[in-house]
């Protein structure tokens, strides 16, 4: 089902909490829903993933940065690790495609964890900590690698 998340964004909402499955399980239950209702409404985007923070899932697709508000900790982590900011390219990927910070999926679903678990952004949290599913591209339910950037982003 199509949704309005508290912050007015447009999402989609899953309704999985009575299932009985550990954290992974549900994260992984989750994107699976995700992928399957994108392949329903013909919706193919380059990639999907799902993360994981305390109890908090977000499942999100790759779509462009403009006008999304990024969490302070994940923009920390961006300017440390590839000293660059959202909106910047920073290098291609192995389909010789440019990449441009912030337009991933795992930094999309990252965000929203982030936002949920912390809203009022005052907080030092490691986003190496954060757990992923792995990317998925829908027509096809093709497995993905992360690029580049999301490696060094997320890394531990």
């Not at 009575?18 to 829903?33: M, Q």
């Not at 999304?68 to 920073?90: F, M, P, S």
């Not at 990449?99 to 912390?118: M, R």
Request: glycine fraction near 8%; hydrophobic fraction near 35%; aromatic fraction near 6%.
């Amino acid at each position: 089902m199509i949704g309005i998340s508290p912050l007015g964004i447009k999402c989609l909402c899953l309704n999985i909490d009575n299932v009985n499955f550990n954290s992974s399980e549900k994260l992984n239950k989750a994107h699976a829903l995700y992928v399957s209702n994108l392949i329903d409404r013909k919706e193919f985007v380059s990639a999907t993933a799902g993360c994981e923070l305390n109890g908090f899932i977000s499942c999100d697709k790759s779509r462009n940065w403009v006008g999304v508000h990024y969490h302070t900790n994940l923009k920390e982590a961006i300017k440390v690790k590839l000293g660059r900011k959202i909106g910047e390219h920073n290098g291609m990927s192995a389909s010789g495609h440019s990449l441009t910070i912030g337009v991933c999926a795992e930094q999309h679903a990252a965000n929203n964890v982030l936002k949920d678990a912390f809203p009022n952004e005052n907080t030092n949290y490691d986003v190496a900590k954060l757990t992923f599913t792995k990317a998925v591209r829908p027509k096809g339910k093709k497995v993905i690698e992360p690029c580049v950037n999301c490696n060094t982003i997320f890394s531990k």
